[in-house]
């Protein structure tokens, strides 16, 4: 078998700089070292017949395998790109992407990457948690294609992850798990479909005519008797300290309801019983953050948020700070594209 030299540059390889192995992944010719999961290579080879093995080291699966590590795998379902994968014909594809424990212990860990194999033989690739993606492919453009599918599935997985339970190392997605999830800690959430054709530069105003109807549904359902709206962006003036205001732990004595008209913003929430639970909320969503509850709130990596607020009591909406110091164990971020820089990917190890 072929495999580059570790420690290169793999956009640059030249002919000197690929090795030849043997199956017990020895150098057979050439000069240099193989990487040290070269016998994850081989594995892979002898299982599933492949003529190349790609493995990336991508944010997406980094991000990925560490937020599903806990369920084995992540299932990939309903996406036309599916349909790039060799032998799927339809988007109602399930792909299901095992997620491996990393090992310093290749053999151990090649071991377990021969039983997954055997037993999932119609998968085309897995995931080292924390680590990246190995894919394979009957040639190299098929291994390739490959690549560019699944980190481009994983990318949006980890867009759609609306709901963490960081101490749980759990993501929910699907709108009724999440809905039915929170429920369970107080808080309400539903999607309702944005208003189309709003300009970006309405200001708050028209924004309130524009969803007239909606809020007075609004108030109808949680008998609110009073709306406004809010608008920030990066160059909103004492953006930052207005923000201080909100991303520490506190609790209001009024519920805190929030429809998002644009951006994006990333609730914590603290309930009295279990884990604390990070939602983050974009265009289309209702929050219903009951009164009593501790919270606190953030904006995502483009620091840009539309929202209309409503209330029962105005005055009740006064932030009451614990000074617990727990909104510092957990990080401010939005999982996506708006807050992580674009990447390229390494095709090869």
Not at 107 to 112: A, F, K, M, N
Not at 121 to 141: E, P, V
Request: hydrophobic share 40%; net charge negative; aromatic share 8%.
């Amino acid at each position: 078998m072929v495999i580059s030299s570790t420690g290169l540059d793999k956009s640059s390889l030249t002919p000197t700089q690929f090795l030849e192995i043997d199956d017990n992944s020895k150098v057979v010719r050439g000069e240099g070292c193989p990487s040290a999961e070269a016998l994850l290579h081989i594995v892979v080879v002898r299982c599933m017949n492949a003529a190349v093995v790609l493995h990336t080291h991508s944010v997406w699966s980094t991000v990925l395998s560490s937020m599903h590590a806990s369920n084995g795998g992540v299932t990939l379902e309903g996406y036309e790109m599916l349909k790039g994968l060799e032998g799927v014909r339809t988007h109602q594809h399930r792909e299901w992407l095992p997620i491996l424990e990393n090992s310093k212990d290749i053999i151990e860990l090649s071991q377990r990457v021969y039983t997954t194999l055997q037993d999932s033989s119609d998968i085309h690739g897995f995931l080292l948690r924390g680590h990246g993606l190995y894919t394979w492919g009957a040639s190299l453009h098929q291994a390739k294609r490959h690549v560019e599918i699944l980190e481009f599935l994983m990318e949006v997985l980890v867009v759609l992850a609306i709901v963490r339970i960081p101490d749980e190392n759990r993501s929910l997605q699907e709108h009724d798990e999440v809905r039915d999830y929170l429920a369970t800690i107080g808080i309400d959430y539903e999607y309702w479909e944005p208003v189309t054709g709003v300009p970006s530069d309405a200001s708050i105003e028209q924004i309130l005519n524009v969803y007239a109807k909606l809020i007075d549904e609004f108030k109808r359902l949680g008998k609110y008797v009073t709306a406004d709206g809010i608008d920030v962006n990066h160059d909103t003036p004492g953006l930052d300290a207005m923000l201080a205001k909100f991303s520490i732990e506190h609790r209001h004595d009024e519920d805190e309801v929030r429809y998002i008209v644009n951006g994006r913003g990333l609730f914590h929430v603290h309930p009295q019983q279990g884990s604390v639970v990070a939602i983050e909320v974009e265009a289309g969503d209702l929050i219903r953050v009951p009164r009593g509850i501790l919270h606190w709130f953030d904006l995502c990596g483009d620091r840009r948020i539309r929202a209309i607020r409503l209330f029962q009591d105005m005055s009740g909406w006064t932030p009451h700070y614990t000074q617990s110091g727990i909104d510092r164990k957990y990080e401010p971020v939005c999982w996506g594209p708006w807050y992580i820089p674009p990447q390229k990917t390494t095709a090869a190890k």
